[in-house]
């Protein structure tokens, strides 16, 4: 009832000067539209660079690394166990880099709920034959369904169609880099060298594009049973597991769950790409940084507003107060004032902000290393909406609150005792 | 690939040949104590002892093979096996040993009145030290400041 | 409005001293009325509006109803023309007597005067006075003015001489 009055009243204060009043809002409209914009497109481009790494690397790697043994024997023995043993030139025990029992392991996994898909592969470095050179590089056995579905390979193979891999015998993808130093082309038959010096012809039949260069440089892949009978090995030769979680959080803990159950070396994604999670963060905060920067101006906008709204209205305040309105009344009228401009403004910044991201997403975004991305990436997450509003709230409600005390604090008797 | 027909051996009778780095070898005794291990029989520790010292040293890794005979064997074994091995150069009782921080250079130990001591050190790997002479086992040292 | 005084001050046999903001905020929209020198209404709303203000501010009666005790009010002074009329475009005296009507709105039981006159001309004057007349000897309405006007002071029922903050003739 009360509150239907202040409403009013300060609706007509706010009417009577509508030009400042359309200033201060469209400060407002202008930092949030550019908080959501700015937010929206970094973190479009977070989710692309993230996307880059995170969406082709496994959340738990199981491999074999070749280290030496922490458990010496002299370690174990009765007579020598609580005794100091310095041990001199510990060298790696076995060289053996397939996963033991890797059948059986992946069969366990599997069926592991916590587990989304599990993708083996097998690294064979190998030598590229290009006339008398010989280039390094890198070939990974992979199965190609499972590696489209969990890695989006497909999507890093120029013209799309990773399954040729499958259905053509003795064939490989290569890199673009690499392929451009062999100067292969689709259909030629590139000369393949392992280290233990066998030779073997495969054919090329689509190239691959990572987004980072120096691993096009050296990067191939064939299916698993290509490589497998390129190294002279058995059908459960495996060197690595790939594994993707329905829950990235869970790696780390899974991943020595996994290193103890099989026996094996594992690796997780936060440890293997801390960098990279830095990296966003930094980017992230600056956006947020830039936004509420904006929203701090358009907030010292609001009050420089209000302030002169006071001193113009002194008199309407003392005969306010002289005909029973309160202070508490007062100011409520004015942060009202505060507050509606602060949320018709935020309301016509995250408009402007969704339109604005729109427009960006038109933009057309080409690059050799990205063959699926053609225009700028946005992310419309309703989160930075959420928090636009808020802060926009937030920052006219502080803008506000100062002046609008200052007008409850105003002795009706000074003013009109000073005419 | 030229392949084997057939390959002529005592199936019975085994041997255990190790990889020693040259730097090393000088160490390396007849009659030395090996202890190793069996990746088809894990967990579990059997003895040997050096044998015969093989004078010629391998270029490529830079390392000597040396020989050792069984002294407890598993009871079953095939060629080729993998096996990783200690060998035992010398057992010392009620050695001491501080750790690699607290050694000051090459040779000064830190004293806790703050005053440094030259000692004489013997083994000593990434963790421990052992000191020979030039400390007690009643002595207080402190952590070198870097 | 003013808590700086000494000795006690009663409005309806109701002490004033020791009230908070809110509860004086309060005796000042149903006790008290206030016609000053300048006139004071709110610019931004129409006459009716501000006289309706305080009595929406009450809150007894439901906003139609205070809207028909506001235009009682202007028939009563006579103005009923200039209801719907913005203040600013109001002349002195036809504000003031808005001013006039806007105090009767909460039935007060007294009406202060600050020089209520003395930004008017003799005609305008005359019809302020009228009306302060006809309430106190028709609606036995209490009223308080302070005033330099003589011939103002000389028509009233009760004069008070004061100087300098003294008074010298009760």
Avoid at chain 1, 187 to 200: A, M
Avoid at chain 3, 36 to 51: G, K, P, R, S
Wanted: a neutral charge.
């Amino acid at each position: 009832m009360n509150l239907r009055l202040i409403v009013r009243i300060a609706k007509s204060l706010l009417l009577a000067r509508w030009k400042q009043t359309l200033v201060a809002a469209i400060g407002v409209t202008f930092s949030i539209t550019m908080f959501i914009a700015l937010l929206s497109f970094m973190s479009g481009l977070n989710n692309l660079l993230d996307g880059l790494m995170l969406n082709r690397t496994a959340h738990i790697r199981i491999f074999n690394e070749v280290k030496p043994n922490i458990y010496q024997p002299v370690r174990m023995l009765h007579e020598f166990r609580d005794s100091y043993n310095f041990i001199r030139s510990v060298k790696a025990g076995s060289s053996r880099q397939e996963i033991y029992n890797s059948g059986a392991i992946i069969h366990v996994l599997k069926k592991d709920f916590r587990v989304r898909g599990v993708a083996p592969k097998i690294t064979a470095p190998v030598f590229f034959n290009d006339g008398a050179i010989d280039i390094t590089g890198i070939i990974y056995g992979i199965d190609v369904s499972a590696e489209s579905n969990l890695f989006h390979f497909g999507e890093y193979v120029a013209g799309c169609n990773p399954l040729d891999l499958k259905n053509v015998s003795n064939s490989i993808i290569l890199g673009e880099g690499l392929a451009t130093k062999l100067m292969a082309g689709i259909g030629d038959v590139v000369q393949v060298t392992t280290i233990t010096q066998e030779q073997f012809p495969l054919k090329v039949v689509r190239f691959f594009q990572s987004g980072v260069q120096e691993l096009d440089k050296v990067q191939s892949f064939a299916s698993i049973s290509t490589v497998q009978k390129i190294l002279g090995k058995p059908s459960d030769y495996i060197t690595d597991i790939q594994v993707k979680l329905y829950d990235i959080d869970q790696a780390p803990a899974l991943a020595k769950e996994y290193a103890n159950l099989f026996q094996a070396d594992t690796e997780d994604i936060q440890t293997a790409n801390a960098q990279f999670e830095t990296g966003s963060f930094v980017r992230t905060l600056i956006s947020y940084l830039v936004g509420i920067t904006l929203l701090i101006v358009a907030g010292f906008g609001i009050y420089n507003i209000l302030n002169m709204m006071i001193y113009e209205k002194m008199d309407s305040i003392a005969i306010l107060k002289a005909t029973g309105f309160s202070g508490r009344d007062v100011n409520r009228i004015f942060m009202t004032i505060a507050l509606s401009i602060g949320l018709f403004g935020g309301l016509m910044g995250l408009l402007f902000g969704f339109l604005f991201s729109l427009v960006i997403d038109q933009i057309p975004f080409i690059t050799a290393a990205l063959p699926t991305v053609k225009t700028y990436p946005v992310d419309y997450n309703p989160v930075f909406y959420f928090i636009g509003s808020s802060f926009s709230i937030v920052t006219t409600y502080l803008a506000g609150w100062a002046p609008a005390r200052k007008a409850s604090r105003i002795d009706p008797v000074i003013t009109i005792r000073g005419k | 690939m030229l392949n084997p027909v057939a390959i002529i051996g005592d199936a019975t009778n085994f041997l255990i040949e190790m990889k020693v780095d040259e730097n090393d070898i000088a160490r390396i005794r007849q009659g030395q104590r090996v202890l190793y291990t069996m990746d088809s029989y894990k967990g579990k520790v059997f003895e040997a002892l050096v044998e015969k010292i093989e004078p010629l040293m391998e270029e490529q890794s830079r390392s000597f093979t040396v020989k050792a005979v069984f002294v407890t064997r598993p009871p079953t074994l095939y060629p080729n096996l993998s096996v990783e091995a200690n060998i035992v150069i010398q057992v010392k009782e009620k050695a001491l040993t501080i750790p690699r921080s607290y050694l000051v250079g090459d040779s000064m130990v830190k004293l806790s009145s703050g005053k440094m001591r030259k000692v004489v050190v013997g083994l000593k790997d990434y963790q421990k030290v052992e000191i020979k002479t030039g400390l007690s086992e009643s002595d207080k040292i402190m952590e070198s400041a870097r | 409005m003013d808590t700086d005084y000494e000795g006690d001050l009663t409005i309806d046999s109701e002490i004033m001293r020791g009230k908070n903001e809110n509860q004086l905020a309060l005796v000042r929209n149903k006790k008290i009325g206030f016609v000053f020198q300048f006139h004071y209404l709110l610019n931004e709303f129409t006459a009716l509006e501000n006289v309706m203000l305080p009595g929406l501010k009450l809150g007894l009666f439901p906003e139609a109803e205070v809207k028909q005790h506001a235009l009682e009010q202007f028939k009563k002074l006579d103005i009923e023309k200039l209801a719907d009329k913005r203040s600013n475009q109001l002349s002195g005296g036809e504000k003031q007597r808005v001013a006039i009507a806007r105090v009767l709105i909460n039935n007060p039981a007294i009406i202060m005067c600050d020089e209520p006159t003395g930004n008017l001309d003799k005609k305008n004057s005359l019809i302020v006075f009228n009306i302060f007349k006809q309430l106190a000897e028709e609606h036995h309405q209490t009223l308080l003015v302070v005033t330099h006007d003589e011939d103002f002071a000389k028509k009233t029922h009760r004069t008070i001489v004061m100087e300098d903050g003294r008074i010298i003739r009760p």
